[in-house]
C-alpha cells in the first residue's frame, strides 16, 4: 500500500511564501523519486521539482532559485519551500511517487492541494 497526503496549500500574496508537505507511506515500495507536480485549469501537469532515491534534485526552469524541495531521511515526509511566489503558481500542487513495487513499475499521486497567489 502506497498513499500520500499533501497539506500546506493556501492562500498567499504575491511575493509571500508557502511550505508544502507530503506524507508518503511506502510499504512494499522501492522508490525511485518522489517531486511535486503541478496543474492550473485548462493546462496540462507540469513537474515542479523532484528528488530521487540518492537525492538528485531537479527543479523547473521558472521555480528555480526561489523553491527548494526537501525529504526526510527515510523518504516518509516531502517538502516544497515556496518562496518570492508569483500569480503564474497558482495551481493545484500534487505529491508523486514512483519506483517499482513487487517487480512492476509503479507511479503513485495524492489528491493534490491549491495554492493561490494574489497580487
Known amino acids: 500500500q502506497v498513499q500520500l497526503v499533501e497539506s500546506g496549500g493556501g492562500l498567499v500574496q504575491a511575493g509571500g511564501s508557502l511550505r508544502l508537505s507530503c506524507a508518503a507511506s511506502i510499504s512494499t515500495f522501492s522508490l525511485t523519486a518522489i517531486g511535486w507536480y503541478r496543474q492550473a485549469p485548462g493546462k496540462q501537469r507540469e513537474l515542479v521539482a523532484r528528488?530521487?532515491?540518492?537525492?538528485?534534485?531537479n527543479y523547473a526552469d521558472s521555480v528555480k532559485g526561489r523553491f527548494t524541495i526537501s525529504r526526510d531521511s527515510a523518504m516518509s515526509m516531502l517538502y516544497l519551500q515556496m518562496n518570492a511566489l508569483k500569480p503564474e503558481d497558482t495551481a493545484v500542487y500534487y505529491c508523486?511517487?514512483?519506483?517499482?513495487?513487487?517487480?512492476?513499475?509503479?507511479?503513485?499521486w495524492g489528491q493534490g492541494t491549491q495554492v493561490t497567489v494574489s497580487s
Open positions: 528528488i530521487s532515491n540518492i537525492g538528485t534534485t
Open positions: 508523486n511517487a514512483n519506483g517499482r513495487q513487487f517487480g512492476r513499475p509503479v507511479d503513485y
